[in-house]
């Protein structure tokens, strides 16, 4: 609400009449100067005349020297209300005047010539006649008084209808265009109407520009609402996504620390708040290699998404986690911020380690199978190279095995080789333990002596071992033995193939000689 003094109507009333006001008072002083002297002008005119009436009358009186003519002369003079005394004077002074003349002041006396009334040109004496002031400055100052007046009163009803036509042509427009405007609530498509007789003028272009700008202004309005409704809409999502994926979300700062984190993120983590936390690094098993790549991922600019399976120290339980995760480069104008995503794939890395062992171990024995064991003895052969050392495999094969399945059955049969196995394991310590088939098992041996000195000791020990009774039911024992046939690489070939044969037949070799022994494979020709 805007107070009564500060309205426009009021300003421009006030203003009108203090400028008419100033106005009139430099008009009244202005005319009434020059009313003063115009009157002023006018009596000394008159006098003139009244001069010019009695100035052959004078002119006789002055001629003959009729003093009493000469005496009425200057009273009539001196009735004269303009007239405050009147002297004739003649050639020899002063001759008659009026009871009124007084010549104290000589510059106000007004001297007229009286000529001669028969010789033109030729002049008898003055006729001076005193103005009476006190009266002429009355009159003077009454009528210069009244025109004062009358420029007053002109100036206060100028100014009282220029006041009147500027409240009703322009300030009461305004105003009520100011209530009007005041009443628009944003968003309502309700125009301001122009005022009556202002459709052409200034009032009614400014009307029309703010119903422009109303406009603009609503539908700068709308598309803000608009926005902020599928940002609200967007954002109950992106929250909905965020609190209630079966994903672990974080964000981390530049320091690696965890700046927010969904509940799934706090579950999977085993914390309850991420306040007063250790960097993300410290969380994982992989703590330095990890450390090491947020430093990569920040710093490299053609590295934005990278995907890694890690191991999870939970923090309410000693057990390792398997997680997936998913880490996004996110950059902002301050600085590069790192968003992971979290699955949990324990039980999934679990079971594909189960169904990994099961595809390459035997199920009895839990020891490598065939398949299985053939990568790994490849791989020994290649690292055989890469040092230039030896590497050997003995071929073990079971005697008198046979007759314990067909005596106490295949359950006692399967006791003898999960004893064997586990004998051959502790036996075989760095080298690897191969189910090799049956009642078959071999041993691979890195860094093999050029002497096969450890190979030789080796396969004694097997030897003794194996043929150490196995229990296989209550107090229920047997007793079966080995034969073992001995290859080397590269001695005994280049290829594993040519080794493992090289290593059956001198297995066979041992059987055919009465078993319970070893024997080293011949080198060919063609090898080593």
């Known amino acids: 609400m805007i107070p009564n003094r500060q309205k426009l109507y009021v300003k421009v009333a006030v203003a009108i009449a203090v400028g008419a006001f100033l106005a009139a008072v430099v008009a009244c002083l202005y005319f009434f100067w020059d009313a003063r002297e115009t009157k002023l002008r006018e009596v000394k005119n008159q006098l003139g ?35 405050a005394g009147a002297l004739l004077t003649a050639d020899s002074g002063d001759w008659v ?29 003055k006729l001076r006649l005193l103005p009476n002031n006190e009266y002429i400055q009355s009159r003077a100052t009454e009528v210069a008084l009244k025109q004062a007046w009358m420029l007053v009163l002109q100036s206060a009803l100028i ?28 968003g309502d498509n309700n125009p301001l109407s122009v005022p009556k007789y202002h459709a052409q003028d200034e009032i009614g272009s400014l009307v029309r520009g703010i119903n422009q700008l109303v406009a603009n202004l609503n539908q700068s309005i709308e598309k803000e609402r608009s926005l902020r409704q599928r940002t609200e ?37 085993g914390t309850e708040s991420i306040d007063n936390q250790p960097a993300l690094s410290h969380w994982f098993e992989e703590e330095a290699e990890l450390a090491r790549f947020f430093d990569e991922l920040r710093g490299n600019a053609n590295l934005n998404h990278v995907e890694m399976e890690l191991q999870l120290r939970s923090q309410q339980s000693d057990q390792l986690k398997w997680v997936h995760c998913l880490f996004s480069k996110v950059e902002d104008s301050t600085q590069t911020l790192i968003e992971v995503m979290m699955y949990d794939i324990t039980e999934r890395t ?25 990568r790994l003895l ?35 049969g399967d006791s003898v080789l999960k004893t064997v196995a586990e004998r051959l394991v502790k036996l075989a310590g760095k080298g690897i333990t191969i189910r090799w088939g049956g009642d078959e098992f071999l041993i691979g041996i890195p860094d093999v002596d050029e002497d096969y000195n450890k190979l030789r000791q080796l396969a004694q020990e097997i030897l003794v071992q194996i043929s150490r009774p196995v229990a296989i039911r209550g107090s229920l024992s047997c007793e079966v033995g080995a034969s073992v046939g001995i290859a080397i690489y590269p001695h005994h070939g280049h290829t594993l193939e040519a080794l493992l044969e090289a290593a059956d037949v001198a297995m066979y070799e041992v059987k055919e000689q009465g078993r319970g022994s070893f024997r080293i494979g011949r080198i060919s020709s063609g090898a080593a």
Do not use: W
């Not at 009695?54 to 009539?76: F, M, N, P, R």
């Not at 100014?159 to 105003?175: F, Q």
């Open 159 to 186: 100014a009282l209808l220029v006041s009147l036509l500027v409240h009703k042509t322009l300030t009461a427009p305004l105003n009520r265009l100011t209530s009007n405007f005041e009443n628009i609530k944003p």
């Open 97 to 125: 005047s009026s009871r009124g003349f007084v010549a104290d002041d000589v510059l106000q006396v007004l001297e007229f010539d009286i000529p001669h009334p028969f010789f033109a040109g030729e002049v008898l004496g």
């Open 233 to 269: 809409l967007l954002e109950r999502k992106f929250r909905l996504i965020f609190e209630r994926a079966s994903a672990g979300i974080c964000l981390i700062d530049p320091g690696n620390h965890v700046l927010v984190a969904n509940e799934a993120f706090q579950r999977l983590c």
């Open 350 to 374: 679990y079971r594909e380690r189960m169904i990994r062992f099961e595809a390459e171990h035997d199920p009895l024995t839990q020891l490598k199978n065939r398949r299985s064991g053939e």
């Open 49 to 83: 005349q009244i001069a010019l009436t009695v100035q052959k009358t004078a002119s006789v009186a002055l001629y003959v020297k009729d003093v009493e003519l000469g005496k009425e002369i200057v009273e009539g003079l001196e009735v004269n209300d303009l007239v």
């Open 378 to 412: 490849v791989d020994m052969m290649r690292k055989a190279d890469q040092t230039r050392t030896l590497m050997g495999v003995l071929l073990i094969d079971l005697d008198k095995f046979k007759p314990v399945n067909d005596i106490y059955g295949h359950e006692a």
